[in-house]
């Protein structure tokens, strides 16, 4: 069954809707298991405190995008039907520097605080309130970063294309980078804080 | 007693084989934060409809009788509840509370939370994603934005940390 199965026709609209729960609920029961509810730790990544959340971020990019590219390479699915993200580049630095403030401040990213808020975390589903109404503003006072919003549109740029390498080279070069970041963090982490709590 | 927490490791890899299913079987990654705009756009809509429809991004969601609930990352994010909700009660931890460092004040930190929580619900927006939709899902698709997001994020959080330490630590 060559993937994806419901843009080749193998499963119908309401079975994809059936595994998005599916996947949904595998994806949230890793996120509690890693203690992602727990808005202490991942604050605690902003003091290199407990280092897991860049750990995990990093492990499970390289796993995903070595699994994709490993699995078009063996035929089992079709990379030309994904949806790739568009960059916009300077929207995507403005909005990570707010976005990462936000995430030191209020503990949590959207994904996170969903978890914890259903396992009873008050500060999560606070955060939430406040992220509702953060994604309200932005809507509703939409012409005043209208331009802003679709500066710079670099369409599907991704880094094999920006250091003009093969995919492979470039999956290579990120898989490292996590390696040694996570690494280094790490020996950060220790040397200032020592293990987790 | 709680149970011990997964290896960050094998918990990198749950979850990006999370996002392999995703592509394998509809084509496309996962995301929480679209779910979540959907759901105050839906609010919104009822409580002033006007507001709503003249706004130039959110009446697009309703356009031609549309529901924006009825989506593919609404339905994940339904699954991440029940998930993190079976983990919760199998690892028993499960209980109201606020979790805070020792120099502050729960409703001190519910006041960050709420700050927060608005600071990144703007700031998914510009970014047409986040931590899950546009930086892991974009990170392993090797998007260049999606990589200059997620550093961005943690330059964000390392500037402003020092300052609110009392939260923390």
């Known amino acids: ?197 | 007693m709680k149970k011990k927490l997964w290896d960050p490791v094998f918990g990198g890899i749950v979850i990006g084989i999370s996002i392999i299913l995703t592509f394998y079987v509809a084509g496309r990654g996962l995301g929480a934060s679209g779910a979540l705009t959907a759901f105050a756009a839906t609010i919104q809509n009822i409580v002033s409809p006007s507001v709503t429809q003249s706004s130039q991004y959110f009446s697009k969601y309703f356009a031609n009788g549309a529901n924006p609930l009825d989506d593919y990352l609404v339905y994940l994010v339904i699954g991440v509840m029940i998930g993190s909700f079976i983990a919760g009660m199998v690892s028993k931890d499960m209980k109201l509370e606020v979790l805070k460092g020792p120099n502050i004040s729960s409703k001190g930190r519910l006041w960050y939370a709420l700050a927060g929580g608005i600071l990144v619900g703007y700031a998914a927006r510009m970014a047409r994603g986040c931590t899950s939709g546009q930086a892991l899902v974009g990170g392993a698709e090797l998007s260049v934005g999606a990589w200059a997001f997620m550093f961005s994020i943690f330059a964000g959080g390392f500037a402003v940390a020092y300052f609110i330490r009392r939260q923390w630590i």
């Not at chain 1, 959340?53 to 035929?75: D, H, K, N, Q, R």
């Not at chain 1, 568009?86 to 209020?106: E, R």
């Not at chain 1, 509703?140 to 094999?160: H, M, Q, T």
């Open chain 1, 1 to 197: 069954m060559i993937g994806p199965l419901v843009k080749n026709g193998i499963i119908s609209d309401g079975v994809n809707t059936l595994f998005a729960v599916l996947i949904g609920m595998l994806f949230g029961y890793a996120l509690q298991r890693s203690g992602f509810t727990n808005s202490k730790k991942i604050a605690g990544a902003f003091y290199m405190k407990d280092v897991d959340v860049p750990v995990v971020m990093f492990t499970a990019i390289i796993t995903a995008s070595i699994g994709l590219w490993g699995l078009s390479l063996l035929g089992l699915i079709d990379l030309g039907k994904f949806y790739f993200l568009p960059s916009y580049l300077l929207p995507m630095v403005v909005g990570g520097l707010i976005f990462g403030v936000g995430m030191a401040m209020g503990g949590f990213c959207p994904g996170t605080s969903i978890a914890a808020m259903v396992t009873g975390k008050i500060d999560a589903m606070v955060f939430v309130g406040g992220f509702l109404l953060g994604s309200l503003l932005f809507g509703d006072l939409y012409p005043l970063w209208d331009k802003f919003y679709n500066s710079g549109a670099n369409g599907v740029w991704r880094i094999d294309q920006l250091l003009n390498v093969n995919v492979g080279l470039a999956i290579l070069l990120v898989t490292l980078l996590a390696v040694f970041g996570s690494l280094g963090m790490r020996k950060l982490q220790y040397k200032f804080w020592g293990k987790n709590d």
